[in-house]
């Protein structure tokens, strides 16, 4: 398995620009597809964006195409979320996941079939 560290978390103006990294540790970590995944209070976790390692497919919800990137850097074993105009409504705990699964399919962006979750970065947007 692979352990997960999430950091660049912080709080934001509405508009503003953050870039969360994921840091791996595992001899394995380049045979993971990596996700981000947020979860605001009294809602349910939802997916944000993946990364699949063997040909680089990407993968975003509707809510946040456009605005936020996920890339990676396998030589420093680090996955990147960068999010562009950040809005209220993208405050929320955001955890970074791998699986063996793409993050094309739709049960993996449903959480299913994840080996490892980090323990989260919290974003904060304000008015």
Request: a neutral charge; one cysteine or more.
């Amino acid at each position: 398995q692979v352990q997960l560290v999430e950091s660049g978390g912080g709080l934001v103006q509405a508009g503003g620009s953050l870039r969360l990294s994921c840091a791996a540790h595992g001899p394995t970590f380049r045979f993971y597809n990596i996700g981000w995944f947020r979860q605001a209070p009294m809602k349910e976790r939802e997916f944000v964006a993946g990364r699949d390692w063997a040909d680089g497919s990407t993968s975003y919800s509707d809510s946040v195409k456009g605005r936020y990137t996920i890339s990676r850097d396998n030589a420093n074993y680090t996955v990147y979320l960068q999010m562009n105009n950040l809005q209220l409504e993208d405050t929320a705990l955001y955890y970074c996941a791998a699986s063996r699964k793409s993050f094309t399919a739709p049960q993996t962006m449903g959480a299913m079939g994840i080996d490892s979750w980090g323990h989260g970065t919290q974003v904060t947007v304000s008015s």
